[in-house]
C-alpha cells in the first residue's frame, strides 16, 4: 500500500513537473520562449519544435519570434527532419535577410538537402539542390567560414552525379547499346571533368565507338572508328599521365587497324 501511494505521489509529480514544462493559456511571449528553449536544450526536439511554432505564431515581428524561427528550423535540423528543416530556414532567409545568422542559416539549409540526397543509383533531385544551394552561399558569402567545408560537399556530389552517368554509360555499354553508352559517357566528360570519373568514362567512350564501329554496317564504321580517335585525341589533351594510357594506347592500335581496314574496304568496292 505505501509502495503504491509512493509510485502515485512520484507520478503526480511527474506530471505536474511536465506540465510546467509545457507552454499553457496566458503564458507571456517571454515565458513561453524560454519553454520551448528548455525543450530544444534538453535534445526534445519534436517538443521543442512544437513550442517555437507557438511562440512564432504568438511574436511575429519581433525579436523573440525572429529567434524562435531559427530554433524550429534547429529543431527540425537536429531531428533529422530535413525536408522540413530545409523549408524553415528558407522561411528565416526571406522573412530577415540581413541577420547576423543569415550565412549559418544559408548553410545548413544546403546541408539539409546534402543530408537528404540518397545512393547514387536513385533520383538526384536533392543532390542538385545541395549544390545549387551551396554554390550560392558561396556566391553570397565568398569569404564564408563554411567557403571551404561547402566546396568539399559541392566536389562529393558532383563525383556521385558523375559516377550515376557513368553508370548509366556502363549499363548501355555492356548491354551493346553503343551509342546511347558514348552519349552517357560524354556526360561526364562534359560536366564533370574534374572528378575520377571522368578519365574512366572517356576510355569506356573510346572503346564503346571501337565496338560500335565494329558492329556497324561496312559504310558506317569509318566514321565510328574515327569517334574513337577522336576521344583518344581528347584524352591525351586532359590526362596526359592518366593511369588509363596504356589501355587507351591499346585501343588506339585496335582504332586505327579498324579504321584501315574500313578505309580499304570502301576502296574496293568503289573500284569494283
Known amino acids: ?69 531559427y530554433y524550429l528550423a534547429e529543431s527540425y535540423f537536429n531531428n533529422r527532419r530535413y525536408l522540413l528543416a530545409a523549408s524553415e530556414y528558407e522561411r528565416y532567409a526571406q522573412f530577415h535577410p540581413n541577420s547576423p545568422r543569415r550565412e549559418e542559416v544559408d548553410f545548413k539549409k544546403a546541408l539539409s538537402y546534402y543530408n537528404m540526397s540518397p545512393r547514387y543509383r536513385l533520383d538526384q533531385t536533392y543532390t542538385y539542390q545541395a549544390i545549387e544551394n551551396f554554390r550560392l552561399l558561396l556566391s553570397r558569402f565568398p569569404n564564408s567560414e563554411y567557403a571551404d567545408e561547402a566546396g568539399e560537399y559541392i566536389s562529393e556530389l558532383r563525383s556521385k552525379l558523375a559516377r550515376k552517368s557513368y553508370t548509366a554509360g556502363e549499363f548501355y555499354k555492356r548491354t551493346s547499346r ?22 574512366r568514362s572517356l576510355v569506356d567512350q573510346m572503346e564503346s565507338y571501337i565496338l560500335y564501329a565494329e558492329n556497324s554496317v561496312p559504310d558506317r564504321q569509318a566514321e565510328r572508328f574515327e569517334k574513337a580517335l577522336e576521344s583518344y585525341e581528347t584524352y591525351l589533351q586532359l590526362f596526359p599521365r592518366g593511369d588509363n594510357r596504356s589501355r587507351v594506347e591499346d585501343l588506339y592500335d585496335r582504332a586505327q587497324q579498324g579504321l584501315r581496314q574500313a578505309e580499304d574496304s570502301d576502296s574496293v568496292a568503289q573500284s569494283s
Open 1 to 69: 500500500m505505501r509502495t503504491l501511494l509512493f509510485l502515485f505521489s512520484a507520478a503526480l509529480l511527474f506530471v505536474s513537473c511536465r506540465s510546467n514544462e509545457l507552454i499553457r493559456p496566458g503564458d507571456s511571449l517571454e515565458v513561453a520562449y524560454e519553454k520551448a528553449l528548455n525543450q530544444f536544450e534538453e535534445e526534445n526536439y519534436s517538443e521543442a519544435a512544437s513550442a517555437f511554432e507557438t511562440v512564432i505564431s504568438i511574436g511575429r515581428g519581433t525579436d523573440i519570434g525572429q529567434d524562435a524561427q
Open 178 to 199: 553503343y551509342q546511347a553508352a558514348a552519349v552517357y559517357f560524354d556526360i561526364v566528360i562534359d560536366d564533370y571533368p574534374e572528378t575520377t570519373w571522368a578519365e
